[in-house]
């Protein structure tokens, strides 16, 4: 059995250590599930995982996984879609992984293969505390509201959602079942458009929590309006700055070690990091997926291309992977 420390004052994740040397592999599932689902942070340390041990504890809970497409990742393991966080050195707010898409992951893994000296830590927040501590008037003001995403079009979209490159406007009225958007006109063009609640409850727990786009967007983007509020106006700016100052004074940072394995329940969970000082040092796995165990939320499309494959989504024509 390994070692259980439960969350603690300013730690709000499970600590799991080996009681003597072992593997990721040697872990009973069942604790890590039941471990998962109620606590929704998990931090291995000192089972010293490489890619391989990566691989094979993710794929062990996730049957299907997503490519993230944001640019600046290297791959580690193409196969097993592992992939390192982005290359570059500023700091990130919090976020779930992925929240901008309708396919957010369910589980985010971050593996550590080579830490930094300094700088450079993972931070996380809980999104029940989140959504709990912000100032009452920004929680009255969310709490009943939906956010939408929304984005251009291109051909290649169309062809993976609706078969055709060149879509009727029946076709656009009426998407496949499978299909997570909608489509609509906005000022000529043509969008797709998906909508989450602003506050959420997270796929374990009853409690709403805080977890989308909106402080990424604003505050690294630098883009203002995405997402919208259900009646497409803007999150008022002041909602904004108070969420981000809630988030920070609840963040915890890991100090990685190497061989350390994280997994975050990515429903419940946002992730932000601290500025990297020496971008050599820290080399940090990746791997997002669907869990064998989960409950999708209703919002979910049935048959999700995600939970039936490893899904990649179709990218833009001026996306640099497709260069």
Not at 68 to 96: K, M, Q, W, Y
Not at 166 to 188: I, T, V
Request: proline share 11%; charged share 20%.
């Amino acid at each position: 059995m390994p070692i259980v420390e439960l969350p603690g004052p300013g730690r709000p994740y499970v600590l799991i250590a080996p009681e003597r040397e072992a593997a990721l592999a040697e872990i009973d599932p069942a604790l890590v599930i039941d471990l998962y689902k109620t606590h929704g942070a998990l931090l291995f340390r000192g089972f010293g995982a490489d890619v391989a041990a990566f691989r094979g504890f993710a794929r062990g809970f996730c049957p299907t996984s997503v490519m993230n497409e944001s640019p600046g990742r290297r791959t580690l393991d193409a196969g097993g879609n592992i992939h390192t966080v982005d290359g570059g050195v500023r700091a990130f707010n919090l976020h779930p992984e992925l929240s901008r898409e309708p396919w957010k992951p369910d589980v985010a893994f971050f593996g550590c293969l080579s830490p930094p000296r300094a700088g450079g830590m993972t931070t996380i927040c809980d999104g029940i505390a989140l959504a709990r501590e912000m100032p009452e008037p920004v929680r009255r003001g969310l709490i009943d509201r939906r956010l939408i995403y929304y984005k251009a079009t291109w051909p290649d979209m169309f062809r993976f959602w609706l078969g055709t490159p060149s879509p009727s406007e029946a076709q656009l009225a009426n998407p496949p079942a499978s299909c997570p958007y909608r489509f609509a006109r906005l000022d000529g063009d043509i969008v797709s458009l998906f909508s989450r609640p602003a506050l959420h409850r997270p796929m374990f727990a009853d409690d709403v929590a805080f977890g989308n786009f909106l402080l990424f967007a604003r505050f690294n983007n630098g883009r203002i309006g995405f997402p919208l509020l259900d009646d497409w106006s803007e999150v008022p700016d002041p909602w904004l700055h108070a969420i981000r100052d809630t988030g920070e004074r609840l963040a915890v940072p890991v100090a990685w070690q190497a061989g350390d394995v994280l997994m975050l329940d990515n429903t419940r969970f946002l992730h932000g990091r601290t500025a990297i000082l020496e971008p050599g040092e820290r080399v940090i796995a990746t791997f997002f997926g669907y869990l064998s165990f989960a409950v999708p939320d209703a919002d979910e499309p049935p048959l999700a291309p995600w939970r039936r494959a490893d899904f990649a989504p179709p990218l833009p024509p001026d996306h640099p992977l497709r260069r």
